[in-house]
């Protein structure tokens, strides 16, 4: 079926206006209704219904055989069920070409064969690249781009993995991960931009443009992205995933929720809902949440999806409905519009029958299918449901993977430098080890060409691992390899500290095992035994240690620091990590990266940045306050800045007031190099006890040797406020202080009558 198809050519080359845009989104609404209002209840029903490729499938794709699709199976879920939406693969990754068949494959059955020809929209995690599309550019997990500070990173890539994503047929990316990671045991750590809300808020906001594009970057090569997980998926009290969480409602406001207005109002499609419970209720099962909160107080028009499996887990894990089909009234009457069921079709059957019954009114489901058909609309499925054939040369290009390295570059996170021992000299004599040094998969992480990421023979074959990359610069004679020990068992460290006593210097690649999800939850953050052993054994030959970080999260290595030389923070860089290592720890590009998190001393002791002031607090000597091992924002650089001149152009301000601040910032070493400047602000006295500081605004500048730049920023009111005792937000009278760099300056904002003694005293 074609709807106004020079209409949407003109939105996709960017010949229209605003007063057009509107026009087009009318027009699209009214041919929704005249969609909608052709539909049976069995069809509307079919479009809330999203089942995995798996159980349309013959075969799955593995090293031996290839993918099929199995024709009576499709044809029994869209034709009989009216099934709408498809998500995933089966185990593994595939290349473009069978991509653009599956997709073929099944919107010809969606178009051709069904009454109403409404195409399928299908969804994929494409979360740091399309990385179940074999060769795909892949970036840095979340948490390295939030290392590079810099959301121009951020925003490339994903608009990379948006064009990569629609070149294979899929419209539909369920990323960005919007929750802020207050938790570092919390397996899906690496999937965020970090413990801090402004910073996430912010990489989010700028994820979300890369991947849907604006109003004057309108493409072809764009997907439709999803904030998830709404809301407080990733503060699990024990750490562990899709585990109670217990947040009041005033944290819930200040901490979790910022994010995601962000990207509603960035204009973000839709949303993915936390599988997990909050104070007690499932927030698949809450209205409060998900009518009340998203719709009506942020405004959501767009399209709400479960994550997998979520609706019948109300009856099957968290209990709170005793059957499937009152789990399914639940989540229906909560406002959910799509359920990712994902194996069987009895979401379908169950809500069937609720409707016919009377349990749920037509009118409910019309609103769904209403925002469903939208989605389909705004993406362009009813002009071409097809992958778009001029798409596939822009997949893998050179450029983006000179961004995927530029990125990586960046992310790159000194910690420790004693000596200056870094940057290593290119004629050293290097011993390599640990598990992180001759394996892909601990640069890639999970989220890569499986859903696990530790299947290696999916990985491209031009990509190299640490060692690689290493002989490539040094040759192979500089270069010393022995594995010492896999991820968590002793190999042969003997062997390792021989090797080691005939070079150099040596380089400990440590590492975590990739994982996600539930498959990803360990139970202390401390470093497993083998690697601890293997670090100290080289550290008692007197030769230099540096540790190359390739981690999940944080995992503990106090033991270890104080005789390492050097330590250096890489994360999950993706495809280039390798190259990105070694320019960094051979001098060809100056570290940059800070960390977006808080880098704990004791796997007990998991304190944020932004820490109340009871948390400073000591008792006698038996209590150490805060005392990370390393600080959020914390990196060091090969070369030194000085700031100076840090102005606020007025002492005194009304709420209503624009506070301008600038600062200057030298470079006075002898490198060119790149730093983040950060401004926190610190409330001095509010009636819910302040934070100690909280990050306000950032930027990166490049600097060369000798050269300043004077930085601006400008403060307003909601950058000041916070959630008062009524969880609404406030901004009280009374001194702030500034902070950028080590240097401070203090304000006052002054009392009206919104925000005088009594607001204060009730919250605002």
Known sequence: ??????????????????????????????????????????????????ITLEVLSKTKEDKGSLHTLEEVKLKQALIDYHVGSILNVWDASFHLEHWQRVITDIQDVATKETRLGIPIIYGIDAVHG????????????????????????????????????????????????????????????????????YLVTEMGRAATLGLQGDSTDLQPGIVAATAKHFIGYSAPLTGKDRTPAWIPEGVLREYFLPPFKATIDAGIKTIMVN???????????????????????????????????????????????????????????????????PF?????????????????????????????????????????????????EGVAQASSHKASLAAAQDAMTLLKNDQDLLPLSKQASILLTGP????????????????QGVEESFYPKNTHNLLQAMRALLGKNLVKYEPGVSYSESIDISAAVAAAKNVDVVVVAIAEKPAVEQPGIIESLDLPEAQLQ???????????????????????????????????????????????????????VNPNGKLPFTYPRYSGSLENYDYKGSEQQTFADTWTAYNPQWPFGYGLSYTTYKYSHLKLDKAEMYPDDVLNVSVTVTNTGERAGKESIQLYVSDLFASVTPAVKKLRRFTKISLEPGESKTVEFELRKEDLSFIGRNNKPVLEPGGFEIKVGKLKSGFVVKATEENSFWGKLLGG
């Open 436 to 451: 992180g040094a001759a394996s892909l998969p601990p640069l890639y992480g999970g989220w890569s060409y499986t859903w």
């Open 275 to 341: 599988s997990a419970e909050i104070n007690g209720v499932p927030v698949h099962s809450s209205h409060s949440l998900l009518t009340g909160l998203l719709r009506d107080e942020l405004g959501f028009k767009g399209v709400v999806v479960t994550d997998w499996e979520d609706v019948i887990k109300l009856h099957k894990v968290h209990r709170v409905a005793a059957t499937e089909k009152e789990a399914v009234k639940i989540a229906v009457l909560a406002g959910i519009d799509i359920s990712m069921t």
């Open 130 to 197: 399309h990385h179940y599309l074999r060769n795909a550019t892949i970036f840095p997990h979340n948490l390295a781009l939030a290392a590079t500070w810099d959301i121009k990173h951020v925003k490339t890539s994903n608009k990379i993995t948006a064009l990569e994503t629609r070149a294979s047929g899929v419209p539909w990316n369920f990323s960005p991960v919007l929750d802020v990671a207050r938790n570092p045991l919390w397996s899906r750590f690496f999937e965020t931009f970090g413990e801090d809300t």
């Open 534 to 588: 293997l670090v100290k054994a080289l550290q008692s030959t007197g030769k230099p240690v540096v540790l190359v970080l390739m981690e999940n999260r944080p995992r503990i290595i106090r033991e270890i620091e104080k005789n390492s030389q050097a330590i250096l923070m890489a994360y999950l860089p993706g495809m280039f990590g390798a190259e990105a290592i070694v320019d960094v720890l051979f001098g060809d």
């Open 344 to 392: 069987t079709l009895t979401f379908y059957d169950y809500l069937v029958e609720l409707v016919r019954e009377g349990e749920i009114s037509e009118d409910r489901i019309d609103e769904s299918v209403r925002r469903i058909l939208k989605l389909k609309f705004d993406m362009g499925l009813f002009d071409n449901p097809y992958p778009n054939p001029e798409l596939a």
């Open 1 to 50: 079926m074609v709807y106004n198809v020079r209409l949407i050519v003109l939105v996709l080359t960017g010949f229209l206006s605003l007063d057009v845009h509107a026009q087009i989104s009318f027009d699209f609404n009214n041919q929704v209704e005249d969609l909608l209002n052709k539909m049976t209840l069995e069809e509307k029903v079919g479009q809330m219904t999203q």
